[in-house]
């Protein structure tokens, strides 16, 4: 008699096959060699069918993502297949009842961990479409977003599974649950900066205030990202110091991004000494103008005699330079610098500095 009533193949008829061994009839020892014999067979059809007929229609398609999901699922569904034919031919013996929980709980387990390993196979692959797909350019975000992002999932699926697979076994999951909680709310205590920092480069990364190369101002500091890391952005500062940010704070901060700006706004005066008449005035206005209208970095100028200062008679001018680069910047000041100097000593046009007229009182005694 089988423990569970299965298949025999006819063989307890077999009369020759009824002597004993070990206590059961010979005719099982053939019957699960033949459901061992049975589960490599059909495990070799199914894993012919996968690596043939279906290869055969993958390479049609213009994607490799079934190639490489075919690739995954080939092995694991040969020896989960082979696993249930043998789970289904082991119970051919009445075994006890220990024995019975024993091989229940080994098959459950391989299965399980079978499943578990194909789902994280597949986390991989899904990581890989889309690095290639959506983040082929953007490198900083591909090599530190996704492995964070794939080790996380991967943690769910293995927690995944194992509750699982303890909740089919009969095992009190409830009561882990609840140590897990108190643990987790311990663990989470203790590591809350960290958790936050992580929770900071997430942000960082999705909504990109920055990038690497960019110069940004935040809270006191200005300078240029040189890394963006996992638990902190370190920045390089105009003075050449390294500063290391936590990425809570980072994330939590107004951050004026420098490199981001389209054009680099200008603004300074000049000052013409007291004694210049107001029509060599409009001829300062005018060579100033000239000056910005044909050097090529310069737009939106915007000249003009502004006030009377204590010393002197000052132009305003406004302009803005085409470049987002300072040393680009640099460049085209100095030029427009020179140039104003050249023209202005051409034209006689003195520059006012700072002086004090002293006026003395003499009185008769």
């Known amino acids: 008699m089988t423990g569970t009533n299965q298949p025999t193949f006819g063989l307890d008829n077999v009369s020759m096959l009824q002597g004993t061994l070990m206590g059961h009839p010979l005719w099982q ?4 060699f033949i459901w061992i014999l049975l589960s490599f067979m059909l ?6 069918l996968m690596t043939h007929v279906l290869r055969r229609l993958t ?10 999901l075919l690739e995954i699922l080939h092995k694991p569904v040969k020896l989960i297949v082979c696993l249930v034919v043998l789970s289904v031919g082991i119970h051919v013996f009445a075994w006890p009842d220990w024995v019975e929980k024993i091989i229940s709980v080994l098959f459950s387990i391989m299965v399980a961990g079978t499943v578990v390993y194909v789902a994280m196979r597949m986390v991989d692959l899904l990581l890989g479409f889309v690095e290639t797909r959506f983040l082929s350019g953007d490198t900083q975000l591909a090599t530190m977003m996704l492995p964070v992002l794939g080790k996380t999932i991967k943690v769910f699926v293995v927690i995944i ?15 882990v649950l609840a140590g897990l909680g108190v643990g987790g709310v311990a663990v989470a205590l203790a590591a809350q900066n960290t958790l936050a920092n ?6 960082i990364l999705t909504d990109r205030p920055f990038r690497v190369g960019d110069r940004i101002q935040i809270e006191k500091y200005d300078g240029v990202v040189e890394q963006i890391g996992l638990r902190s952005t370190r920045i390089r500062t105009l003075e050449g110091h390294l500063v290391v940010i936590p990425n809570k704070i980072v994330a939590d901060s107004a951050i004026n991004n420098v490199s981001m700006r389209p054009n680099i706004r200008e603004t300074f005066s000049l000052s013409l000494t007291y004694d210049t008449p107001a029509e ?14 044909a050097h ?10 502004k006030t009377y200062a204590a010393a002197s008679l000052d132009i305003f001018v406004v302009y803005w330079c085409k470049t987002r680069d300072y040393r680009e910047f640099a460049r085209a000041l100095q030029e427009i610098n020179l140039e104003i100097k050249r023209r202005f000593d051409a034209a006689g046009l003195e520059f006012a500095f700072p002086t004090q007229t002293i006026y003395l009182r003499q009185e008769n005694t």
């Not at 495990?43 to 012919?48: I, L, P």
């Not at 992580?198 to 942000?203: E, Q, V």
């Open 280 to 293: 060599r005035v409009q001829e300062a206005v005018n060579i100033l103008k000239e000056i910005f209208a």
């Open 198 to 203: 992580l929770f900071g480069s997430i942000t």
């Open 161 to 175: 599974g194992v509750l699982t697979t303890a909740q089919y076994l009969g095992l009190p999951i409830t009561s």
């Open 296 to 305: 090529p970095m310069t737009h939106d100028v915007i000249v003009f005699w």
């Open 59 to 68: 390479a049609k398609t213009e994607t490799d993502l079934d190639d490489k």
């Open 29 to 32: 020892y053939l019957a699960s």
């Open 43 to 48: 495990a070799y059809v199914v894993d012919w």
